[in-house]
């Protein structure tokens, strides 16, 4: 299996037995040249992932290329998604699971797409720059044993610096492919790794890869950024630990979390008196976001609900201008979260302090009362907004994807097409367009995938 | 229905958590793992994951398992995935069988953690004792028509039309009225576009047009539907605008997309004045009354408008009414006319009695331009709604504005806008012919928000645009298009499998009595002469599983394969029997 | 040291600590409010359809709605295919009760589903009260697919009047 070339694999997709699309680490593999997919979908999130299903459930050979060590996106962090209450991961993991064994799909993780240019009317030529990731992906049997033998400890962005791992790692439990991976930024090369690997898969010659691909259309479905809080000082998060972000608290409410309770970073103590600060960087023209990132109430009373099972002591108060509990079902969510007892004040949040013991006073005008009030809570999560991916720049060659004013990727028929772009044969999906929750992220990678089908259905023989 | 041995594998599932925090999942696995037939029994985080899914087929192939028992959520989630799973072990996918303790014991008894983990062990036992029948079943393969029927020629039935066309699929695109368009067609200009709703709706048409495979059928109705996924045999009711003569037609579709679009909400008799107060009119009211004044000066009944009051959530957000959902695009919605209104006529001054604005996304741009336009804004909560009254001549908004602490306002308006958001359609029929289930918001329903949002559970029938909930225009072309997509995935490869899941007849027992001819809504059952005997037959291609033939027969011939009497009694043994 | 795995069983997570973090902070066990089983509810087979009352029940779950968990439910596609004989097999082997959650007019085969419920329950009660069974253990309901609500005050009603009246009522193990 091996000696297996990456071009076998992506001719006879794929590769044979192993059930997993997942054609990397090839030793001695050589770049691919003049392979021609029918589909091209940037980012393995949720939207990425439906659009690639929709293709080739109709048949068309599709290539996902992922700049992360896993597929699943954002999406397959969350702890349950709003508003029936669903894991995320019990949606997530079987739409991975079917888009990872799927006999039109390959996926590229660790890779990066560049240089997107169009050769004919309905050709595009693609760069794929594919990291080492100094593990053969087919043969580790993740058994961590590597994880156990690395003497590094660095900080987890998989679980949002909550905890640390090793250099030697699986990104998260629920990963695919569930493989391991070296961080070459801070292994010392100590080759306790290899040592101790039972299969022998880890291969510190792995280079980097460039392929050159040829794609009929191209999905672009790159996602978002979250705001980073430390743009916003008075709200301390950086300075004071136990201000986290909602993506942290997500994990800390995860089935697949990393304490088993919820606790505040600071001391370990467990919380009994959590605020939520909505709308940071969000509708807030002073950070360069004058838009509702649409998300952020909707996740907040979702936290805040979980909250209350997980801790039922806890007092949760969520600080907020407006609840934009709009979408279906969403309003009846919020009336149960105020029905459950979650406190919702009408107020912006001005400064927030923290006191010795770690507790914070958070400084803020109470609309109703018409008054500058503080109160103390013990922990505080910052609702933090949606933000374009401004990596989409960097996708494409000569002729740039027009992106609208907020830096999103424009869409030239908003309302009758919103899955156009300003360039024929490449469309947008999920919320790589604007902040939107996840139900319609699915309906846009839809759309996508459904211009993209008739595309080649009308364009290629 | 013989009891054959068998060696099977059971997958009790944590569920992150989500089952294993009430049920003790360790419990229910030593529970089983004494059966006869559990061959092996493990405890696993996420049954649907990736790396289980694998190790599933490991252990079949390994263990030549012939048959697989998973609890763990709803089968509506999941009962696919893991017949599939048996597929690729080289299993026939009905021999799985699914134990649902989710929803059905860790979530409905997570008060009773002891409760809770008895009944996950009597379901799971169930399951087991339903394994013990299921049998290796062949699928049928029907041919699929390649046409699609598009019920709704609103923007998002157009835009379904047209993607399906583009696909090569045959459309028949059916509308009530005589035109297509709908609601958006009778709009003027749209929020973040130059286009008019018209000129829109003009637009999508004159691309419908040049598909010579859509079939528009205006001033047309179904009024009849059988058949099941991959041929639906509909009766069209076409009525001729001139001389009012209705022509019936009969079309086959392999796929129906419903796109019958929404009403608006219609207020109460005095509900704010409505109806008792010349001055009250409603949202849509208002944007044809600013589309069609051309003057300098805005005027309602001979007399010039310059305050407008507008009341939000009118018939949504209900705390007492029915209506308790967002509308979603109604403050959007509001803001674009108020806006519109005051450019086209300068002097007026828009006054918003709202309850917290919902100008989601990028259309928080639309709210500021109001702003800084000058559109004041009063807030109130649901026990502090605006009040409208009539004092002589003069209509009078009051309000405790929130955002002014508490402070009482008091407006006269010449003009009081009530924004009345969707509801559903009142004239259900259509929906009621093909069954399509609602849900709590009298919406029709999705299977599920996130892994099916455009299918119901009825198969080969989609939903799309606003008769499935409140969405602007982009929103309802996205679902759209994807049910689109879904309609032409279901119809694209020329064939559907239908259900082996059928009735059988034990012509031992049967000595033709007619019962289950007469009980059966769907003619499958035959009178054949075997061997010297009349007896009935089941036609399996038209036979849809329903059972109706099976308690009408009193020699108890009938049994419905996978509800047999012997798997049904087998489970109500394990359901019984008391736990160790 | 630093083999910790996490509580919750995803076992096959390790967890390490943050160079800086007190590792006495990592692991907090909440303790387990085991609550006790209720003895006193009935047991009672539901027979539930795929498609109309099992989401119904289904969404009960994700609501937290609680009903007695000696609730069982079978699903078939159609309630008019319920054949009497399993009813009263139920009866036999120890069910103090049957619902039938009915498809009503929401049926997906046909408006006939109402009539052909009804009328195997009639049959039903007939034989109950040949064999001496209090006709009133055998309830039925149209359960919508959205009614949660109604289908769990059904099971509590039911309940509560099963242990007033049932004769073989026997407390559960």
């Known amino acids: 299996m091996k000696e297996k070339n990456i071009q076998d694999n992506a001719n006879s997709v794929p590769l044979q037995g192993l059930g997993v699309n997942f054609p990397l680490g090839v030793r001695g593999g050589s770049p691919i040249k003049n392979i021609t997919y029918d589909a091209l979908v940037i980012g393995a999130g949720i939207a990425g992932g439906e659009a690639a299903l929709n293709l080739a459930n109709t048949g068309y050979k599709v290539l996902v290329v992922e700049k992360d060590l896993s597929v699943g996106g954002k999406m397959i962090m969350l702890s349950k998604v709003f508003p029936t209450l669903d894991c995320s991961a019990c949606i997530t993991t079987p739409k991975v699971s079917e888009i990872s064994r799927h006999p039109n799909i390959t996926i590229f993780t660790e890779s990066e797409v560049n240089n997107i240019h169009r050769v004919s009317e309905v050709e595009f030529v693609a760069t794929v720059r594919r990291r080492p990731r100094y593990v053969h992906v087919e043969d580790c049997t993740s058994c961590q044993l590597c994880e156990k033998a690395c003497p590094v400890s660095v900080t987890d962005e998989y679980q949002y610096g909550l905890i640390g791992r090793k250099a030697a790692f699986i990104p998260f439990s629920i990963c695919s492919p569930k493989a391991a991976a070296i961080d070459i930024e801070n292994c010392t090369l100590c080759g306790a790794c290899e040592k101790v690997c039972p299969t022998n898969c880890i291969d510190f010659t792995m280079q980097p890869e460039e392929m050159t691909l040829h794609v009929h259309t191209v999905i672009v479905a790159t996602g978002f950024n979250m705001f980073d809080p430390k743009k916003m000082p008075r709200y301390g998060f950086g300075e004071y630990k136990n201000v986290i972000t909602a993506l942290q608290m997500e994990r800390e409410l995860a089935p697949t979390r990393p304490f088993n309770t919820i606790l505040r970073p600071g001391d370990g103590k467990m919380p009994d008196k959590i605020a939520y600060v909505l709308c940071v960087g969000s509708r807030d023209a002073s950070v360069g976001n004058p838009i509702c990132s649409q998300i952020c109430c909707m996740y907040s009373i979702k936290q805040a609900q979980l909250l209350m099972g997980a801790l039922p002591m806890a007092d949760v108060t969520i600080y907020y201008i407006n609840i934009r509990s709009f979408g279906k079902g969403f309003e009846e969510f919020y009336q149960q979260a105020k029905g459950m007892g979650v406190n919702f004040v009408k107020g912006k949040i001005g400064r927030i302090k923290a006191k010795e013991n770690g507790n914070l006073i958070l400084r803020y005008e109470d609309i109703n009362e018409g008054r500058l009030r503080e109160s103390e809570h013990d922990m505080v999560v910052l609702a933090n907004g949606v933000l374009p991916n401004d990596e989409v720049n960097n996708i494409f060659g000569k002729e740039k994807l027009k992106l609208d004013q907020f830096n999103f990727v424009g869409q030239t028929d908003m309302l009758a097409s919103p899955a156009r772009t300003s360039m024929e044969g490449v469309f947008v999906a999920g919320t790589a367009t604007g902040p939107m929750d996840i139900p319609d992220s699915i309906l846009s990678a839809g759309a996508a995938s459904a211009e993209a089908i008739s595309y080649l259905i009308q364009k290629t023989v | 229905m013989e009891k054959k041995p068998k060696k099977i594998g059971v997958y009790i599932c944590h569920c992150g958590g989500n089952i294993s925090d009430y049920v003790d999942v360790e419990k229910v696995r030593q529970a089983v793992e004494g059966d006869e037939i559990v061959f092996l029994s493990k405890t696993t985080m996420f049954a649907c994951s990736d790396a289980n899914q694998r190790d599933m087929v490991d252990d079949i192939k390994a263990n030549g398992l012939d048959g697989v028992v998973v609890a763990s959520c709803s089968p509506k989630l999941h009962l696919t995935t893991f017949r599939n799973v048996s597929e690729r072990a080289d299993l026939n996918k009905y021999t799985y069988v699914h134990a649902n303790i989710r929803e059905q014991a860790s979530w409905a008894h997570s008060d009773n953690k002891m409760g809770a983990t008895e009944k996950a062990i009597h379901l799971v036992k169930a399951a087991i004792a339903k394994s013990h029948y299921a049998e290796a079943l062949e699928t049928n393969k029907i041919k699929a028509v390649k046409a699609v029927a598009v019920i709704g020629a609103g923007v998002a039935g157009i835009k379904a039309a047209i993607s399906l066309a583009e696909k090569n699929t045959e459309v028949v695109l059916i509308e009530r009225e005589s035109e297509m368009g709908g609601r958006v067609a009778q709009w003027g200009p749209l929020f973040s576009t130059q286009e008019t709703g018209r000129e829109m709706i003009d637009r999508l048409s004159s691309q419908l047009k040049q598909h010579k495979n859509i079939n528009l059928l205006t001033n047309s109705e179904v009024v009849e539907n059988k058949g099941s996924v991959g041929n639906i045999a509909l009766k069209i009711r076409r009525k001729d605008p001139e001389t009012g003569a209705e022509v019936m037609t009969e079309i086959t579709v392999g796929s129906v997309l419903m796109a019958t679009g929404f009403d608006y909400y219609t207020p109460q008799q005095a509900e704010f004045g409505y109806g008792t107060s010349d001055k009250v009119i409603t949202l849509p009211e208002f944007k044809k009354m600013i589309d069609s004044q051309t003057g300098a000066k805005l005027t309602h009944n001979g007399r010039e408008v310059k305050n407008i009051a507008y009341i939000y959530c009118v018939g949504s957000r209900q705390t007492e009414g029915e209506n308790t959902y967002c509308s979603r695009n109604c403050c959007t919605s509001t803001i674009h006319a108020a806006v519109t209104a005051r450019q086209k006529f300068s002097h007026i001054q828009n006054y918003h009695f709202n309850r917290g604005l919902r100008t989601y996304g990028k259309q928080e741009i639309l709210y500021a331009d109001s702003l800084r336009q000058g559109d004041i804004y009063f807030q109130s909560y649901e026990d502090g709604l605006p009040v409208v009254s009539v004092e002589g001549k003069k209509t009078i908004v009051k309000v405790n504005d929130i955002l002014t602490n508490n402070r009482e306002i008091e407006l006269e308006a010449d003009l009081v806008v009530l924004v009345t958001g969707m509801v559903p359609r009142a004239d259900n029929s259509v929906g009621s012919l093909f069954k399509l289930p609602k849900g709590r918001d009298k919406f029709y329903n999705e299977v599920h928000m996130k892994l099916r949002p455009v299918e119901t559970v009825i198969d080969g029938i989609t939903i799309a645009g606003a008769c499935q909930g409140p969405k602007n225009i982009a929103e309802s072309v996205n679902s759209a298009l994807s049910a689109a997509t879904k309609s032409y995935s279901i119809i694209s490869k020329g064939e559907v499998e239908s259900q082996p899941l059928v009735a059988t007849i034990d012509p031992a027992k049967c000595s033709w009595c007619g019962a289950c001819e007469e009980a059966c809504p769907f003619d499958a059952i035959l009178k054949v002469d075997k061997d010297g005997k009349t007896i009935a037959e089941i036609n399996n291609t038209v036979c849809k599983g329903c059972g109706m033939c099976a308690p009408v027969c009193e020699p108890d011939a009938v049994d419905l394969i996978a509800c047999s009497s012997a798997e049904i009694m087998s489970m109500i043994d394990a359901l019984v029997t008391p736990n160790p | ?173």
């Open chain 3, 1 to 173: 040291m630093n083999k910790l795995f996490s509580g919750t069983g995803s076992t096959d997570r390790l967890i390490l600590p943050l160079p800086e973090y007190p590792l006495s902070h990592i692991f907090f066990f909440k303790s387990e409010n085991m609550g006790n089983i209720q003895t006193n509810s009935a047991k009672i087979l539901v027979f539930s359809t795929e498609k109309i009352s099992d989401p119904a029940i289904d969404m009960a779950g994700l609501l937290k709605l609680h009903y007695p968990p000696t609730v069982y439910s079978i699903s078939i596609p159609c309630s008019s295919g319920i054949k009497p004989s399993w009813i009263l097999y139920a009866y036999e082997k120890g069910f103090d009760g049957v619902f039938i959650a009915a498809d009503g007019s929401d049926c997906v085969y046909g408006e006939s589903c109402t009539e052909k419920t009804g009328n195997l329950v009639g049959k039903t009660h007939e034989l109950m009260k040949s064999k001496n069974i209090d006709p009133a253990r055998l309830r039925m309901a149209a359960i919508c697919s959205v009614c949660s609500e109604s289908f769990v005050k059904q099971m509590r009603t039911f309940n509560e009047y099963l242990l007033k009246t049932a004769p073989n009522q026997t407390p559960n193990p």
